[in-house]
C-alpha cells in the first residue's frame, strides 16, 4: 500500500510549494533549501562508520541485513528460469539452514514479473509479513530517457501483472538542466499509475542516479522533489553507474527523509543500491539508519539494501556466528 491518497499528492504539494509545481516554483523551492556542508556530512558518514555493534547483537544485524535485500537480476540476458533460481534463493538464501529468514523482494524487469509470481505461489506478498515481495524496475529503466505514455505504461504492465513495487529512475538530462518541472510531473504520473483497479496501489521507489548528480546539493534538492512528488522510497542508483550507493550519499538521504518525517509526520523509505558487498559494510548503513532516522526505520517498508551480491557474504559470516567456523563459498549457492 502507498503511504497516501494519491488523490492528495498534487494538492500537498501545492501548499508547500505556494504555487504550481512548475519550473519556476520548484526552483524556488529547491535552491531555497540549505547548502550541503560536503565536509561535515563526509565526516559525520566516516564517524558513523567507526561504530561497533557488540557480538551479542550482530547475529540480530546480520539477519536483519538479509530481511532488508531486495534481491536482483537485472541483465538483458535474463531468463524465466534465472528467475526462478533467483527466487529459490530468496526464499532459501542458505540452503543448509532452512531457519535463515528470507529477503525482502526479488527486483527483475518487468516482463519478467509474472516468472517471479509464479515461482514465488504462497510465499509472494508483503515482507513486512515474512513474504517477498516483487518489484519490478520500470521508466525506461536505467537511462530515464522515454516518453511519458511509454513510462506510463511500462508501470501500468508490471502493476497488473503483480508487482508490489515500482522502481522508476527519474530524466537526470531533464533535472540537471532545471526542468523540475517535468521531473515532478512524471514522477506523480508514474505514482499514479501504480494504482490497481481494487484502489491499492504499487509502492513507489524514486532512483535518483546519485553518480550523475555530481554535487550533494543536486541529490537534495532531487530527495526533496522526488518527496514532493509522491515517491514511497528514494533509492540512490540503479546499480548500472558509478559511484553508487555511499554512506555520505545515503546518509544525507536519510536526512531529508528525517527533515520530512519531522515537518510532515510522514515516513518515507531510503534504499542504497550498487556497490555494498561485504557485512561489514552492510552494518555500517544499519547503524546510519538507526543514528539517523531511529531504529523504526529498519523494516522493509522503510529500507532496503539493493545489493545482492552481498547475500552471500551476509551468509557466511552467519554461518561463523552459529558454528564458530568460517565456511568457505562453497557453503552457499552462487548467484
Known amino acids: 500500500m ?20 512548475d519550473d519556476a516554483t520548484l526552483g ?3 535552491h531555497g533549501l540549505p547548502g550541503v556542508d560536503a565536509v561535515g556530512l563526509e565526516q ?23 530481511q532488508l ?44 514479473v509474472p516468472d517471479a509470481v509464479a515461482a514465488l505461489g504462497a510465499a509472494h506478498g508483503d515482507p513486512d509479513d515474512g513474504l517477498i515481495g516483487v518489484a519490478a ?14 513510462k506510463l505504461r511500462d508501470t501500468a504492465e508490471a502493476v497488473a501483472a503483480g508487482a508490489d513495487e515500482i522502481d522508476m529512475v527519474i530524466d537526470r538530462g ?38 550523475e548528480l555530481t554535487t550533494y546539493d543536486n541529490i537534495k534538492r532531487a530527495s526533496w522533489l522526488a518527496i514532493l512528488a509522491g515517491g514511497d522510497f528514494i533509492k540512490t542508483s540503479t546499480g548500472k553507474v558509478q559511484p553508487a550507493a555511499t554512506l555520505p550519499t545515503t ?34 548503513y544499519l547503524v546510519t539508519v538507526a543514528e539517523t532516522v531511529g531504529e523504526e526505520w529498519l523494516q522493509p517498508h522503510l529500507f532496503r539494501y539493493g545489493a545482492s551480491s552481498l547475500l552471500n557474504d551476509v551468509l557466511l559470516q552467519r554461518q561463523k556466528m552459529r558454528s ?10 552462487i548467484d
Not at 5 to 12: F, S, V, Y
Open 69 to 112: 535485500i531486495d534481491l536482483t537480476t537485472l541483465e538483458g540476458s535474463d531468463t524465466p528460469g534465472k528467475v526462478r533460481s533467483l527466487v529459490a534463493k530468496a526464499l532459501r538464501p542458505d540452503a543448509s539452514d532452512p531457519t535463515c529468514p528470507r529477503v525482502a523482494a526479488v527486483c527483475v524487469y518487468g516482463d519478467m
Open 137 to 150: 524496475v520500470a521508466t525506461a529503466f536505467p537511462s530515464g530517457r522515454a516518453s511519458l505514455e511509454v
Open 251 to 284: 546518509l544525507l538521504m536519510l536526512e531529508v527523509v528525517r527533515d520530512w518525517h519531522r515537518a510532515t509526520g510522514e515516513k518515507v523509505g531510503v534504499k542504497p543500491a550498487g556497490g555494498i558487498r561485504t557485512s561489514k559494510d552492510a552494518i555500517k
Open 28 to 30: 524556488r523551492y529547491l
Open 174 to 211: 531533464a533535472f540537471l538542466s532545471g526542468r523540475y518541472g517535468l521531473v515532478f510531473e512524471q514522477i506523480a504520473r508514474v505514482k499514479e499509475a501504480c494504482r490497481r483497479a481494487d484502489g491499492t496501489a504499487a509502492s513507489l521507489k524514486v532512483i535518483l542516479e546519485t553518480g
Open 2 to 21: 502507498s503511504r497516501t491518497d494519491l488523490q492528495t499528492l498534487p494538492e500537498r504539494a501545492l501548499d508547500l510549494l505556494g504555487g504550481q509545481p
Open 324 to 333: 564458530g567456523n568460517y565456511s568457505g563459498a562453497d557453503y552457499v549457492t
Open 44 to 66: 559525520r558518514a566516516a564517524a558513523l562508520s567507526t561504530r561497533s555493534i557488540k557480538t551479542s547483537s550482530k547475529l540480530w544485524a546480520l539477519e536483519r541485513i538479509i
